[in-house]
């Protein structure tokens, strides 16, 4: 246990990506079976233990330390586990702060495997009295799921994928078909199997992704245009047994939208955007405002389904039953989707509609005249382009329509005024300069419902990492998308460049803070 | 009649004596446990406190008139019998043992209970009536051994020769203290210090302390910084000053540093757990071994230690003071 709960330490107290990647990475190499292969579980979300919960920890504690000590203790500390790790007494028999080594990572998830809920308290006791605090806390957020030391699955896998020279797509690819603790992927990895085969389970493919378009423009007879929707990027798997939706990042996002899932019974690997029905709009797709309530859902009710029902908007095909379309051109691959799409379920599967245009200029006209909510602009593919992972030049681009709008880091809150005093209201925000740090560019007090702005209130509040005087400084870790009439020289900020009429167009709670936009990216906008 | 002890928000008031005990206003007769800015002020007309006390203070705000009283020296002010006991917690630092009608009063301004090669090691005192700090008076916080984490500091130094650790150390007691742990270690090379740290430092090599070979943090190019310890106060961490060493581990020297978040919301990568002030386990050590028959709590987390002693059947009262407890020292 001593290395995992040093391996956790570590992640919480390093800054850098590339840090965490090498904890991460010697750690694989270094921990023996199956303990690693348990830790790699957990990292990744994978680890499911379902006797203990939050109030096992609780009625644990309360049996060993006061109770008004216990609350003092948990109001200061803030986070529960932490608290019971810090705290905890050990019988009086043991050395007070030692992890005696008595138990390795996978005897406790054996452990509280075999638990019940009843006898759960007394078990994760027992295994307390052998730990340190460090230990502790590892011990209890392994049990209660959601490690939180800052780190996307997407990420453990990268670092599992340095630790013994792999590409993590490769991983990826393999993923779905293994269970923890993943014998299989440490043999393959450490070249004493051959790689499990991925066959008949439904994994990720990574994602092709667009540049902005910075050309005056580009030629209608290379490009094909078509709409870029204001959802979620999503990506359907299907295997005809089983269907799976996964986030940009390779998450799996299925259970947020059982609806969907159910509703594709295909054999085929599809790209589209997840969005959902307004009812304003005739039931045409609603803003991303709307889809708002859907996301980071980990159990979605009945009624939430009937009042947001979502559906994706398809965009390519990458894969028809087993056949791989990815290496053909866009105009082939948007030939199957085509012969696809009238197989599905229509209320939950529509396709993306190309934009004719004889020109560019008029491609311009339209895209300025569009007034559809979930219109984020418009997309340009080359129409010989194979579905290749990444950003590659030239292939694709983004044309996103006015006003300007860049994704930025929230970096300082401020409590509002009048009907929103009490709240958190006013954000400070930044984007990254080329050595990583973070530099305001700018401040908006609006742009959010009144439900964003419970949910911006409350981020705030549980993120605060300084207090100066009414200003609170958060944690690096929330993308705001923020739009602006245009952008200008300034001494104001630190960045030298001020926005004009910045709002906040939307939480980008799907993006991750290093991918917000840089400095540099925004200085070209100024005119 | 009120007692000849008076908690104040200002200070605590020595009526027959006509002196205040650490107050954070000037006044013309002031008791004064130990030179930390919370406990010294500036201004006072006249100053009691421990040689080395004096000197601090003197080195922090300029000349001030004051007596030295030497630990275990017994000086009387009209009736009140008055000594100074070591604290333990930086140097020069006491508890004021104050003597009246028959009645012993200890205020222990702020304390420790481990070993600490830059002063004197606390001595408990019985009395009837303890005034103790609860900096960190809540059971979360239980430091650990000292020697440990200066391994895990050197440790670092040693994993990463092509970086250097800069430490956040109070500039007062933990910088010192710190570098004498790291010698105690084995740790022989020259330490670099930030400027704000010199003159402190020299003051200490005065007193008999010895720090070993020290040299400024800056004037160096980054390379030659590689594999060094730099200590520097908290403030300066993340510092632009910071940005000239190779690479920095960042670690602070606290006893906050037990929390994770609060190592977080410094931006600190290795933090390490070394505190100048009792921690829970000391606190109430040090309250069933002097017995008082009643304890006052002047400043940090009151109310635990104030419901800890309430569970015990020990009197207890919490003492609203101002201006104590500086975030940067612990």
């Given amino acids: 246990m001593r290395a995992f709960s040093r391996l956790l330490d570590g992640l919480v107290y390093t800054r850098s990506r590339n840090g965490k990647l090498d904890l991460i990475a010697s750690y694989m190499r270094s921990a023996p079976d199956p303990d690693r292969g348990w830790a790699l579980a957990a990292l990744t979300g994978n680890l499911d233990l379902k006797a203990v919960k939050a109030s096992t920890i609780a009625e644990m504690t309360r049996a060993r330390v006061d109770p008004v000590l216990f609350e003092m203790s948990r109001d200061y500390v803030g986070d529960l586990a932490e608290t019971v790790a810090l705290l905890w007494p050990k019988a009086e028999d043991q050395p007070p702060e030692v992890d005696d080594g008595s138990l390795t990572l996978s005897a406790i998830v054996d452990r509280l495997h075999a638990t019940s809920r009843a006898a759960a308290p007394t078990t994760l006791a027992r295994m307390m009295d052998h730990l340190d605090a460090s230990g502790r806390f590892a011990l209890l957020k392994l049990a209660t799921g959601g490690l939180r030391v800052g780190i996307s699955a997407r990420l453990a896998k990268t670092g599992f994928a340095q630790a013994f020279g792999l590409d993590v797509d490769d991983v990826e690819e393999c993923w779905h078909a293994l269970a923890p603790p993943y014998a299989d992927l440490f043999a393959w990895a450490e070249g004493r199997s051959d790689r499990p085969d991925p066959a008949g389970t439904p994994f990720f493919r990574p994602f092709m992704l667009a540049h902005p378009l910075e050309a005056e423009s580009v030629d209608l007879s290379d490009y094909a245009a078509e709409w870029k929707w204001d959802g979620i990027r999503i990506q359907i798997v299907g295997t005809g047994a089983q269907t799976r939706l996964y986030s940009r990042a390779g998450d799996d996002i299925t259970g947020s939208f059982p609806d969907i899932a159910e509703a594709f019974r295909h054999h085929a690997v599809l790209d589209g955007e997840l969005l959902v029905k307004g009812e304003f709009q005739g039931g045409e797709a609603a803003s991303f405002n709307a889809l708002q309530q859907r996301l980071g859902r980990k159990a979605v009710t009945a009624k939430m389904m009937d009042d947001y029902p979502a559906f994706v908007r398809l965009y390519d095909i990458l894969l028809d039953a087993e056949e791989d379309l990815r290496p053909l051109p866009w105009e082939q691959r948007r030939l199957r989707l085509e012969a696809t799409v009238p197989q599905l379920d229509p209320h939950r599967f529509d396709i993306s509609a190309l934009i004719e245009a004889p020109d560019f200029d008029s491609l311009a006209e339209i895209r300025a005249g569009a007034r559809d909510a979930a219109i984020e602009g418009v997309m340009l593919k080359r129409r010989d382009s194979p579905y290749v992972a990444g950003r590659k030049a030239a292939l694709w681009y983004k044309w996103k329509r006015d006003p300007l709008t860049a994704d930025c880091v929230m970096m300082y809150a401020q409590r509002g005024h009048g009907k929103r005093s009490s709240f958190y209201s006013d954000y400070t925000f930044g984007c990254w300069t080329a050595d990583g740090e973070l530099l305001p560019v700018g401040k908006a007090y609006s742009g959010f419902t009144d439900e964003e702005l419970k949910w911006l209130d409350r981020f705030v509040r549980t993120n605060t990492v300084n207090r100066f005087g009414p200003v609170r400084e958060v944690e690096k870790s929330l993308v705001l998308e923020v739009a602006f009439d245009s952008i200008h020289e300034s001494k104001r900020h630190k960045s030298g460049l001020a926005m004009r009429f910045p709002r906040i167009a939307r939480i980008r709670k799907d993006k991750p803070a290093h991918e917000a936009d840089t400095v540099e990216g925004l200085r070209r906008l100024v005119n | ?330």
């Fill in chain 2, 1 to 330: 009649m009120p007692h000849w002890i008076e908690p104040h928000p200002t200070g605590i008031y020595v009526r027959p004596a006509d002196a205040w005990i650490d107050p954070s206003v000037p006044r013309e007769r002031a008791l004064v446990t130990h030179g930390h800015a919370d406990h010294a002020r500036g201004g006072h007309g006249h100053v009691w406190a421990t040689e080395e006390t004096l000197a601090i203070m003197a080195l922090r705000y300029g000349t001030a008139s004051g007596t030295a009283v030497p630990y275990g020296e017994e000086i009387r002010m009209n009736g009140v019998t008055i000594s100074y006991v070591p604290a333990g917690h930086v140097l020069g630092s006491a508890q004021i043992l104050l003597s009246h009608a028959g009645e012993r009063v200890v205020v222990t301004g702020d304390y420790k209970r481990r070993p600490d090669p830059t002063c004197k090691a606390f001595e408990p005192v019985p009395c009837d009536i303890f005034v103790t700090e609860a900096t960190f008076g809540l059971p979360v916080f239980r430091h650990p051994d000292t020697g440990s984490e200066v391994d895990r500091l050197l440790a670092a130094l040693h994993a990463h020769p092509d970086r250097c650790v800069l430490v956040g150390a109070y500039a007062l007691g933990k910088a010192q203290r710190l570098i004498c742990e790291l010698r105690a270690r084995g740790h022989h090379d020259p330490i670099h210090i930030h400027g704000a740290l010199e003159r402190m430092c020299a003051l200490y090599e005065q007193f008999g302390v010895a720090l070993g070979e020290l040299r400024p943090a800056t004037g160096l190019p980054a390379g030659d910084m590689r594999g060094r310890i730099v200590v520097s106060p908290p403030s300066a961490l993340n510092d632009r000053w910071s940005r000239r060493l190779p690479d920095p581990i960042t670690a602070m020297a606290s006893g906050w540093m037990r929390v994770r978040q609060r190592a977080r919301q410094r931006n600190v990568e290795l933090p390490l757990i070394i505190s100048d002030h009792a921690d829970w386990d000391e606190l109430t050590d040090t309250i069933r071994e002097v017995a008082p028959s009643e304890t006052w709590i002047t400043h940090g987390r009151e109310e635990a230690l104030l419901h800890w002693c309430m569970t015990h059947q020990m009197r207890a009262r919490a003492l609203a003071l101002v201006g104590r407890e500086d975030e940067d020292e612990g």
